[in-house]
């Protein structure tokens, strides 16, 4: 653990992963089955690409801060569970190896950041500072490296 860093969570959909480039790998067929609860699609979390500049934005954050990955898995879908952990062991696994958590209530975490698209899953509840990655303040990795270093 490291005392001196301020601790940063990062959430992964719309924030590292992009949600959309998994779906696009998806069939119609499948897609229409699953229509209305598309995150349940087994096997979808692990198609998912990383979104522009984050692996390099992690890997400048991590210079200052004390960083984990704090995300939420659908609970019907088990495999996003297996899924998410499989991608961050193989875009990120020299930042958050081991630094990891999933959960349905974010706001029991204690830290200085979270940077997050959404308020959902105790985003909007966090004890620290919420940045709103999509946000008009938060567009996208540059503007949060310019905030946050
Ligand atoms: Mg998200």
């Known amino acids: 653990m490291d005392l001196e860093k301020k601790r940063v969570f990062v959430d992964m959909d719309n924030v590292l992963v992009d949600f959309q480039s ?3 790998q998806i ?3 499948i897609k229409k089955e699953y229509d209305g609860r598309l995150d349940e699609i087994p ?3 692990g198609l998912m690409k990383p979104l522009p500049g984050a692996i390099e934005a992690m890997h400048q954050l991590q210079e200052r801060y004390d960083l984990f990955i704090l995300s939420t898995a659908p609970w019907k879908n088990p495999s996003a569970w297996s899924d998410k952990v499989k991608w961050v062991t193989k875009y990120l ?3 958050f190896h081991k630094r990891m958590i999933i959960t349905h209530r974010k706001d ?3 830290g200085d950041y979270l940077i997050d698209d ?3 899953n105790g985003t909007s509840e966090f004890k620290g500072e919420w940045i709103q990655f999509g946000a008009d303040r938060f567009p996208d990795w540059k503007s949060v490296l310019e905030y946050l270093l």
């Open 43 to 45: 096997g979808l979390f």
């Open 108 to 110: 029991l975490c204690m």
């Open 22 to 24: 998994g779906l696009d």
């Open 27 to 29: 069939s119609e067929e």
């Open 118 to 120: 959404r308020g959902k």
């Open 93 to 95: 696994d020299d930042v």
